[in-house]
T-cell receptor
Framework: DVKVTQSSRYLVKRTGEKVFLECVQDMDHENMFWYRQDPGLGLRLIYFSYDVKMKEKGDIPEGYSVSREKKERFSLILESASTNQTSMYLC????????????FGSGTRLTVV | QKEVEQNSGPLSVPEGAIASLNCTYSDRGSQSFFWYRQYSGKSPELIMSIYSNGDKEDGRFTAQLNKASQYVSLLIRDSQPSDSATYLCAAWYQGGKLIFGQGTELSVKP
Protein backbone atom coordinates (compact mmCIF):
# COMPACT_ATOMS: atom_id res chain seq x y z
CA ASP A 1 0.00 0.00 0.00
CA VAL A 2 1.49 3.31 -1.09
CA LYS A 3 2.05 5.82 1.62
CA VAL A 4 2.86 9.38 2.47
CA THR A 5 3.90 9.55 6.08
CA GLN A 6 3.94 12.71 8.15
CA SER A 7 6.00 12.44 11.28
CA SER A 8 3.52 13.92 13.75
CA ARG A 9 -0.26 13.89 13.91
CA TYR A 10 -0.51 16.60 16.56
CA LEU A 11 2.12 19.13 17.55
CA VAL A 12 2.13 22.00 20.06
CA LYS A 13 4.94 24.55 19.84
CA ARG A 14 5.71 27.88 21.45
CA THR A 15 5.89 31.20 19.65
CA GLY A 16 9.38 31.80 18.26
CA GLU A 17 10.38 28.15 18.13
CA LYS A 18 11.85 26.64 14.99
CA VAL A 19 9.53 23.85 13.85
CA PHE A 20 10.29 20.96 11.53
CA LEU A 21 7.51 19.00 9.81
CA GLU A 22 8.70 15.87 8.07
CA CYS A 23 7.12 14.04 5.16
CA VAL A 24 8.28 10.77 3.62
CA GLN A 25 6.81 8.96 0.62
CA ASP A 26 7.55 5.44 -0.60
CA MET A 27 6.11 5.71 -4.12
CA ASP A 28 9.17 7.08 -5.94
CA HIS A 29 7.18 10.21 -6.76
CA GLU A 30 9.09 13.12 -8.26
CA ASN A 31 6.76 15.83 -6.95
CA MET A 32 6.14 16.74 -3.35
CA PHE A 33 3.98 19.50 -1.92
CA TRP A 34 3.20 21.23 1.36
CA TYR A 35 -0.24 22.74 1.96
CA ARG A 36 -1.94 24.31 4.90
CA GLN A 37 -5.67 24.07 5.36
CA ASP A 38 -7.77 26.48 7.41
CA PRO A 39 -11.56 26.67 7.78
CA GLY A 40 -13.09 28.72 4.97
CA LEU A 41 -9.75 29.16 3.16
CA GLY A 42 -9.38 25.78 1.54
CA LEU A 43 -6.03 24.25 0.64
CA ARG A 44 -3.25 26.78 0.23
CA LEU A 45 0.04 25.79 -1.36
CA ILE A 46 3.12 26.74 0.66
CA TYR A 47 6.01 25.16 -1.25
CA PHE A 48 6.55 22.39 -3.74
CA SER A 49 9.41 20.45 -5.23
CA TYR A 50 9.74 18.68 -8.55
CA ASP A 51 13.13 17.10 -7.83
CA VAL A 52 15.80 16.59 -5.22
CA LYS A 53 17.42 19.85 -4.09
CA MET A 54 14.77 21.76 -6.02
CA LYS A 55 12.04 23.94 -4.48
CA GLU A 56 9.47 26.42 -5.70
CA LYS A 57 7.39 28.90 -3.76
CA GLY A 58 3.68 28.35 -3.67
CA ASP A 59 1.00 30.89 -2.87
CA ILE A 60 1.89 31.56 0.78
CA PRO A 61 5.62 30.89 1.36
CA GLU A 62 6.23 33.70 3.86
CA GLY A 63 7.49 32.42 7.19
CA TYR A 64 8.29 28.97 5.81
CA SER A 65 11.18 27.21 4.14
CA VAL A 66 11.66 23.69 2.83
CA SER A 67 14.34 21.11 2.30
CA ARG A 68 14.51 18.17 -0.07
CA GLU A 69 17.83 16.37 0.30
CA LYS A 70 16.46 12.99 -0.78
CA LYS A 71 13.76 12.11 -3.28
CA GLU A 72 11.51 10.51 -0.70
CA ARG A 73 11.70 13.21 1.97
CA PHE A 74 10.37 16.78 1.96
CA SER A 75 10.62 18.87 5.10
CA LEU A 76 8.73 22.03 5.96
CA ILE A 77 10.43 24.45 8.33
CA LEU A 78 8.78 27.21 10.30
CA GLU A 79 11.72 29.48 11.01
CA SER A 80 10.09 31.26 13.95
CA ALA A 81 6.64 29.92 14.72
CA SER A 82 3.83 32.40 15.19
CA THR A 83 0.25 31.94 16.36
CA ASN A 84 -1.08 32.65 12.86
CA GLN A 85 0.71 29.49 11.69
CA THR A 86 -1.62 27.37 13.78
CA SER A 87 -3.18 25.15 11.14
CA MET A 88 -3.52 21.71 9.59
CA TYR A 89 -0.46 20.99 7.45
CA LEU A 90 -0.78 18.48 4.64
CA CYS A 91 2.00 16.90 2.64
CA UNK A 92 1.27 15.35 -0.77
CA UNK A 93 3.22 13.67 -3.54
CA UNK A 94 2.65 12.73 -7.17
CA UNK A 95 4.32 11.65 -10.38
CA UNK A 96 5.40 14.55 -12.52
CA UNK A 97 4.05 13.88 -15.98
CA UNK A 98 1.31 11.30 -15.85
CA UNK A 99 -1.55 13.59 -14.93
CA UNK A 100 -2.13 11.64 -11.81
CA UNK A 101 -3.57 12.95 -8.62
CA UNK A 102 -1.85 13.55 -5.35
CA UNK A 103 -1.52 11.14 -2.49
CA PHE A 104 -1.85 13.01 0.80
CA GLY A 105 -0.32 12.25 4.14
CA SER A 106 -2.53 12.07 7.20
CA GLY A 107 -1.76 15.66 8.16
CA THR A 108 -0.17 17.43 11.12
CA ARG A 109 -2.36 19.58 13.32
CA LEU A 110 0.05 22.28 14.56
CA THR A 111 -0.88 24.58 17.41
CA VAL A 112 1.42 27.50 18.20
CA VAL A 113 0.89 28.97 21.66
CA GLN B 1 -5.07 32.84 -13.00
CA LYS B 2 -6.15 29.23 -13.02
CA GLU B 3 -9.24 28.66 -10.89
CA VAL B 4 -11.51 25.83 -9.89
CA GLU B 5 -14.93 26.82 -8.57
CA GLN B 6 -17.29 24.77 -6.44
CA ASN B 7 -20.46 25.57 -4.53
CA SER B 8 -19.48 25.52 -0.87
CA GLY B 9 -22.79 24.06 0.24
CA PRO B 10 -23.73 22.56 2.52
CA LEU B 11 -25.58 20.21 0.23
CA SER B 12 -28.09 18.13 2.13
CA VAL B 13 -29.66 14.99 0.66
CA PRO B 14 -31.73 12.20 2.22
CA GLU B 15 -30.28 8.73 2.55
CA GLY B 16 -30.71 6.75 -0.66
CA ALA B 17 -30.92 9.83 -2.90
CA ILE B 18 -28.48 10.93 -5.60
CA ALA B 19 -26.04 13.64 -4.56
CA SER B 20 -24.78 15.85 -7.37
CA LEU B 21 -21.60 17.87 -6.88
CA ASN B 22 -20.45 20.37 -9.48
CA CYS B 23 -17.22 22.08 -10.41
CA THR B 24 -16.08 24.49 -13.12
CA TYR B 25 -12.54 25.36 -14.14
CA SER B 26 -11.14 28.40 -15.86
CA ASP B 27 -8.21 27.18 -17.94
CA ARG B 28 -8.79 25.03 -21.02
CA GLY B 29 -5.24 23.74 -20.69
CA SER B 30 -6.19 21.42 -17.87
CA GLN B 31 -5.82 17.77 -18.80
CA SER B 32 -7.01 15.72 -15.86
CA PHE B 33 -9.55 16.11 -13.10
CA PHE B 34 -9.92 14.58 -9.68
CA TRP B 35 -12.42 14.28 -6.88
CA TYR B 36 -11.22 13.98 -3.30
CA ARG B 37 -13.29 13.18 -0.24
CA GLN B 38 -12.27 14.71 3.06
CA TYR B 39 -13.82 13.73 6.37
CA SER B 40 -13.69 16.28 9.16
CA GLY B 41 -10.22 16.39 10.71
CA LYS B 42 -8.79 13.98 8.15
CA SER B 43 -6.72 14.42 5.00
CA PRO B 44 -8.17 14.31 1.46
CA GLU B 45 -8.60 10.90 -0.13
CA LEU B 46 -8.69 10.43 -3.90
CA ILE B 47 -11.96 8.80 -4.96
CA MET B 48 -12.25 9.49 -8.71
CA SER B 49 -10.13 10.67 -11.60
CA ILE B 50 -11.33 11.52 -15.12
CA TYR B 51 -9.29 12.41 -18.17
CA SER B 52 -11.61 12.44 -21.17
CA ASN B 53 -15.06 13.75 -21.99
CA GLY B 54 -17.98 11.66 -20.85
CA ASP B 55 -18.80 9.57 -17.82
CA LYS B 56 -16.66 7.34 -15.65
CA GLU B 57 -18.32 5.03 -13.17
CA ASP B 58 -16.85 3.37 -10.09
CA GLY B 59 -19.37 1.67 -7.84
CA ARG B 60 -21.83 4.27 -6.56
CA PHE B 61 -19.71 7.13 -7.93
CA THR B 62 -19.89 8.62 -11.43
CA ALA B 63 -17.62 11.41 -12.60
CA GLN B 64 -18.65 13.45 -15.62
CA LEU B 65 -16.42 15.71 -17.69
CA ASN B 66 -17.41 18.23 -20.35
CA LYS B 67 -14.30 20.02 -21.60
CA ALA B 68 -16.24 22.27 -23.98
CA SER B 69 -18.21 23.67 -21.04
CA GLN B 70 -15.24 23.37 -18.64
CA TYR B 71 -17.42 21.48 -16.23
CA VAL B 72 -16.83 18.47 -13.99
CA SER B 73 -19.36 16.75 -11.78
CA LEU B 74 -19.57 13.90 -9.31
CA LEU B 75 -22.73 11.90 -8.79
CA ILE B 76 -23.13 9.71 -5.73
CA ARG B 77 -25.96 7.20 -6.07
CA ASP B 78 -27.75 5.64 -3.10
CA SER B 79 -26.14 8.20 -0.77
CA GLN B 80 -25.27 6.94 2.69
CA PRO B 81 -24.64 8.85 5.94
CA SER B 82 -21.02 7.70 5.64
CA ASP B 83 -20.76 9.79 2.45
CA SER B 84 -21.13 12.95 4.58
CA ALA B 85 -17.86 14.80 4.00
CA THR B 86 -16.35 17.67 2.07
CA TYR B 87 -15.68 16.91 -1.60
CA LEU B 88 -12.80 18.67 -3.31
CA CYS B 89 -12.57 19.07 -7.06
CA ALA B 90 -9.09 19.47 -8.54
CA ALA B 91 -7.66 20.15 -12.00
CA TRP B 92 -4.18 19.06 -13.09
CA TYR B 93 -2.05 21.31 -15.23
CA GLN B 94 1.13 20.61 -17.15
CA GLY B 95 3.96 20.56 -14.66
CA GLY B 96 2.22 18.40 -12.13
CA LYS B 97 0.43 20.88 -9.92
CA LEU B 98 -3.19 20.46 -8.91
CA ILE B 99 -5.49 23.44 -8.53
CA PHE B 100 -8.17 22.74 -5.90
CA GLY B 101 -11.63 24.13 -5.47
CA GLN B 102 -12.79 25.27 -2.05
CA GLY B 103 -14.80 22.10 -1.56
CA THR B 104 -18.49 21.27 -1.22
CA GLU B 105 -19.79 20.01 2.11
CA LEU B 106 -22.22 17.12 1.71
CA SER B 107 -24.58 16.01 4.45
CA VAL B 108 -26.58 12.80 4.00
CA LYS B 109 -29.52 12.62 6.41
CA PRO B 110 -30.74 9.20 7.64
Amino acid sequence: DVKVTQSSRYLVKRTGEKVFLECVQDMDHENMFWYRQDPGLGLRLIYFSYDVKMKEKGDIPEGYSVSREKKERFSLILESASTNQTSMYLCASSFSDRGGGYTFGSGTRLTVV
Amino acid sequence: QKEVEQNSGPLSVPEGAIASLNCTYSDRGSQSFFWYRQYSGKSPELIMSIYSNGDKEDGRFTAQLNKASQYVSLLIRDSQPSDSATYLCAAWYQGGKLIFGQGTELSVKP
